[in-house]
């Protein structure tokens, strides 16, 4: 990580930090366990891989918000997240999105999903409903959401993205497991 800056101005002396280089030991202790993949990223990368992990999306523009820098710096720095299969871009020029590679994705807490499945099994609803009945936060419901969308349980019922999709059980029948 990026060390801190140390600056001795003869009456004040000042240490400075940047955020992108704080990381809780849990989340060091992650991206150790990821070994020669994670061997040699920036710390943006180090920093952005963490929060995919905890369920963020970016995209190029979002990338340069968090993390200040040019447009192009923001599609090499998650293209080599990509490039060493540590995330996945989906879309295509300005509409890409990046979010953590599958393999790496921690188990959603089983309480989650299950309270997440049980509510939408009653009636259809959206991340807001979720959250306010769940008292989850927004980014564990839709983490919940996307586990359930993979294993096939949930599916979009209308919408695409962004608070007013709606969720709801497959069609088919098939329940969580």
């Known amino acids: 990580m990026t060390p801190p800056a140390f600056f001795d101005q003869g009456i004040r002396f000042t240490v400075s930090m940047p955020n992108h280089a704080l990381l809780a030991r849990e989340d060091l202790e992650w991206l150790s366990r990821l070994q020669e993949r994670a061997a040699g990223l920036t710390d943006i990368q ?74 939408l099994q009653a009636e259809p609803a959206d991340v807001n409903r979720l959250t306010g009945a769940t008292g989850l936060s927004k980014r564990q419901v839709r983490y919940a959401l996307r586990k359930l969308r993979e294993a096939g349980d949930v599916e979009i019922l209308t919408g695409g993205r962004g608070q007013t999709t709606l ?6 029948g098939r329940l969580f497991n």
Request: net charge positive; proline share 6%; no cysteine.
């Open 167 to 172: 969720y709801g059980v497959r069609r088919d």
């Open 46 to 119: 180090r920093h952005a891989l963490v929060m995919m992990r905890r369920g963020a999306e970016f995209t190029n523009r979002m990338f340069r918000d968090e993390f200040p820098m040019d447009s192009r710096d923001a599609r090499r720095e998650p293209g080599g997240l990509v490039q060493r299969e540590l995330a996945v871009a989906d879309g295509e020029r300005g509409g890409r999105t990046y979010r953590i590679a599958g393999q790496l994705i921690d188990p959603s807490p089983p309480d989650h999903a299950r309270t997440v499945l049980s509510l």
